[in-house]
């Protein structure tokens, strides 16, 4: 579709970008879920400074992120090994026909 350019806010600081149309819902969110995840560790903890507040938001979400793609990674496993299982008691059903 193109590119456009918006402009995101994250943490006061407002960074421009070039952005393809269709993913522009996606980081809008993406820095409201950010900005959202800064001002609850700011009223929750007695940290001011926003590089910290970053940090600490930028662990929140890397670590969602890792145990996303673990659960993805067991669940495809386990996918695998069903359709495996099925196919050896298909090939043994077949092969006694």
């Known amino acids: ?6 402009k ?3 943490a006061d600081r407002v960074y421009p970008l070039k952005v393809e149309m269709e993913e522009e819902e ?4 993406a820095a409201k ?3 959202d995840r800064i001002k609850e560790y700011q ?8 590089q910290d ?4 938001s930028v662990l929140h979400y890397a670590t969602a992120s890792l145990k996303a793609e673990r659960k993805v990674t067991v669940e495809d496993t386990t996918v695998a090994e069903k359709a495996y ?3 050896h008691m298909l090939t043994d059903f077949f092969n006694k026909q």
Not at 1 to 6: A, F, K, L, Q
Not at 43 to 50: H, I, L, S, T
């Open 1 to 6: 579709m193109g590119e456009i350019s918006i």
């Open 33 to 35: 879920m950010i900005n």
């Open 53 to 56: 507040l970053l940090s600490m």
């Open 85 to 87: 299982q099925l196919d």
């Open 26 to 29: 996606l980081i809008r969110r």
């Open 43 to 50: 009223e929750n903890y007695a940290v001011k400074d926003k």
């Open 8 to 10: 995101i806010n994250i």
